[in-house]
């Protein structure tokens, strides 16, 4: 904008605009606020400020520390708010801010207007190369003693999916370092897997196996309302220093509120995708789905929300697929993200309406089973019930051949276990069932494997040849 102005002046006029227009830039507009009306269990209801839903606010009490918290629903004029901690010390009447938009600073060598846009900094958080090897908690806050997060760039927690028509297809094999999941269950680059596994049968050392032997530029791990004590020893004992370096761990523990539990999450996700548009191949790791849903059932009954499904309200199985849309390919030529979510099966029920509805909308599921677990048989991998979706488009014939064969004698020999092991069955009575238990040991030692160990795709697909090359060459 110019002001017509004498001749000689005109300058030192467009010279004076600029000056007003960077004080209005800097100035910090009215605060809207409004008052703390109540505080039943997990939510604060608010009244005299008007919020959209998912804006942040803070409740700032007399005398004490200021609460974050998140609008989470309304009813009439009163908004329900959802804490980010803990609400020690609030008192009715407290005064509740709508946290206010700050500028992003110009960076150099770019003009300050493509920069100085308003943003909301609850919602967006710091992703970049810097995050590389750091430990940060669902606020971008630093929980290791790596010195403060430096945003390289920020990007808003609830991503949009990308539209399916323009995601590559899943077409290439993706070595995750594991032999059976390798050889049985192919995963490609893009897919979406669920790891379902009850409590202590293994599926943390199973996750850190991955983190270290996948084939991935960077890794994005996100812990997701598990035990606190945990969050360390998956570092330091399973993921490893090596591990560590080419990660990213968001860590959201059972203490913290549900609403920075599903933040978590969403950050996690938001980071691997900005790795992804990069150009990167990104393995996002997130234990455990199941928290994940627990946290939102937690703030749907909060705010009124009817269960309808063992106590899960609507809302849970509508995040489920918004949240797991957001992983896989990018468009043809780009970066993808390859991504495991943990599924707690309670009681070891694979019927747990989670992982009923995990199991539809990921792209093949992983089972761990506990009797293989107490059997001492690592990974707990039961390959029975296990299944890879985009397996037939990622491997040959003969390699798809060789699966099924293996999975026709594995379980021919487990349905006639019992027979076998008191001795009721008979030599030469079912020549399927003799050649699955002459081939039971060596399968049983190709589905085991160490922590320690690690099996490349190649390497995998030729051990699993090899089983039956050996079968061949001793019948003839």
Same mark, same amino acid.
């Given at each position: 904008?110019?002001?017509?102005?004498p001749?000689?002046?005109?300058d030192?006029?467009n010279?004076?605009?600029?000056?007003c227009r960077?004080a209005v830039?800097?100035?910090? +507009?009215?605060?809207?606020?409004?008052?703390?009306?109540r505080?039943?269990?997990?939510?604060?209801e608010? =009244?005299?400020?008007?919020?959209p839903l998912?804006?942040s606010c803070r409740?700032?009490?007399?005398?004490?520390?200021p609460v974050?918290a998140?609008v989470? @629903?309304?009813n009439?004029?009163?908004?329900?708010?959802m *804490?980010? %901690?803990?609400?020690?010390g609030?008192?009715?009447? =407290?005064r509740?801010v709508?946290?206010?938009p700050?500028?992003?600073p110009?960076r150099?060598?770019?003009p300050?207007?493509?920069? !100085?846009r308003?943003?909301d900094?609850?919602?967006l958080?710091?992703?970049?190369?810097?995050l590389?090897?750091?430990?940060?908690? $669902?606020? $971008?806050?630093?929980l290791d003693?790596g010195?403060?997060?430096?945003? %390289?760039t920020?990007?808003p927690?609830?991503? !949009?999916?990308?539209?399916?028509?323009?995601r590559a297809?899943?077409?290439?094999?993706?070595?995750?370092?594991i032999?059976c999941?390798?050889a049985?269950?192919?995963? $490609?680059?893009?897919?979406?897997?669920?790891?379902f596994a009850?409590?202590?049968?293994?599926k943390s050392?199973?996750?850190?196996?991955m983190?270290?032997? &996948?084939?991935?530029?960077?890794?994005?791990v996100?812990?997701i309302?598990e035990r606190?004590r945990?969050?360390k020893?998956?570092?330091?004992q399973?993921l490893?220093?090596? @591990?560590?370096r080419?990660a990213?761990?968001v860590?959201?523990?059972?203490?913290?509120s549900p609403?920075m539990?599903?933040?978590?999450?969403?950050?996690s996700?938001?980071i691997?995708?900005h790795?992804?548009d990069q150009?990167?191949?990104v393995?996002?790791i997130?234990d455990s789905l &199941?928290?994940y849903?627990?946290?939102?059932?937690?703030?749907?009954?909060?705010i009124?929300?009817p269960?309808?499904t063992? $106590?899960?309200?609507?809302s849970?199985f509508?995040r489920?697929?918004q949240l797991?849309?957001r992983?896989g390919?990018g468009s043809e030529?780009g970066?993808?993200?390859t991504?495991?979510?943990t599924?707690l099966t309670e009681?070891?029920?694979q019927q747990? *309406?989670?992982?009923?509805?995990?199991?539809?909308?990921l792209?093949?599921?992983i089972v761990?089973?506990?009797?293989?677990?107490d059997?001492?048989h690592? +990974?707990?991998?039961d390959i029975?019930q296990?299944?890879?979706?985009a397996?037939?488009?990622?491997i040959t014939?003969?390699h798809?051949?060789?699966i099924?064969?293996?999975k026709q004698l594995y379980?021919r020999?487990?349905?006639s276990r019992?027979?076998?092991?008191?001795?009721?069955y008979?030599a030469?009575s079912? *020549?399927l069932?003799?050649?699955a238990i002459?081939s039971?040991?060596?399968?049983?030692?190709?589905?085991?494997q &160490?922590?320690? %160990?690690?099996?490349?795709?190649?390497?995998?697909?030729?051990?699993?040849a090899?089983?039956?090359? @050996?079968?061949?060459?001793?019948?003839?």
């Amino acid at each position: 904008m110019s002001v017509s102005a004498p001749n000689g002046h005109l300058d030192r006029w467009n010279a004076f605009l600029g000056h007003c227009r960077e004080a209005v830039g800097q100035s910090t +507009p009215l605060l809207s606020s409004g008052h703390l009306t109540r505080v039943n269990g997990l939510v604060m209801e608010a =009244a005299g400020l008007k919020l959209p839903l998912g804006s942040s606010c803070r409740v700032i009490p007399v005398g004490g520390s200021p609460v974050e918290a998140e609008v989470v @629903g309304f009813n009439g004029d009163h908004l329900f708010l959802m *804490p980010t %901690e803990d609400v020690y010390g609030l008192s009715p009447g =407290a005064r509740v801010v709508a946290l206010t938009p700050r500028a992003i600073p110009p960076r150099v060598g770019q003009p300050a207007p493509a920069q !100085r846009r308003a943003i909301d900094r609850a919602k967006l958080l710091p992703v970049g190369a810097s995050l590389l090897g750091r430990v940060i908690d $669902g606020a $971008g806050r630093p929980l290791d003693r790596g010195g403060p997060v430096f945003a %390289e760039t920020l990007r808003p927690l609830q991503g !949009r999916p990308v539209n399916p028509m323009l995601r590559a297809p899943i077409e290439r094999p993706l070595d995750v370092g594991i032999r059976c999941i390798n050889a049985l269950l192919t995963v $490609g680059r893009g897919q979406r897997m669920g790891l379902f596994a009850g409590s202590g049968v293994g599926k943390s050392v199973l996750l850190g196996m991955m983190a270290r032997y &996948t084939e991935a530029e960077v890794i994005v791990v996100g812990l997701i309302g598990e035990r606190g004590r945990e969050v360390k020893e998956f570092i330091e004992q399973i993921l490893g220093e090596e @591990g560590l370096r080419r990660a990213v761990v968001v860590a959201a523990p059972a203490d913290v509120s549900p609403l920075m539990r599903l933040q978590g999450a969403a950050y996690s996700t938001a980071i691997a995708e900005h790795f992804r548009d990069q150009g990167c191949h990104v393995l996002l790791i997130m234990d455990s789905l &199941t928290r994940y849903a627990m946290a939102q059932r937690e703030i749907a009954l909060a705010i009124g929300e009817p269960p309808v499904t063992r $106590g899960y309200p609507p809302s849970v199985f509508a995040r489920l697929p918004q949240l797991v849309e957001r992983a896989g390919n990018g468009s043809e030529g780009g970066g993808s993200i390859t991504a495991f979510y943990t599924v707690l099966t309670e009681g070891d029920d694979q019927q747990d *309406p989670i992982a009923d509805s995990a199991r539809a909308i990921l792209d093949g599921h992983i089972v761990l089973s506990r009797a293989l677990s107490d059997a001492g048989h690592y +990974p707990a991998i039961d390959i029975e019930q296990s299944i890879s979706r985009a397996m037939v488009n990622l491997i040959t014939s003969g390699h798809l051949e060789q699966i099924r064969h293996f999975k026709q004698l594995y379980s021919r020999y487990q349905r006639s276990r019992d027979l076998i092991s008191v001795g009721a069955y008979v030599a030469g009575s079912d *020549p399927l069932l003799d050649q699955a238990i002459n081939s039971y040991p060596s399968f049983e030692r190709f589905l085991q494997q &160490t922590l320690t %160990e690690r099996s490349s795709f190649d390497d995998s697909a030729a051990q699993l040849a090899a089983l039956f090359d @050996g079968k061949r060459e001793s019948s003839s």
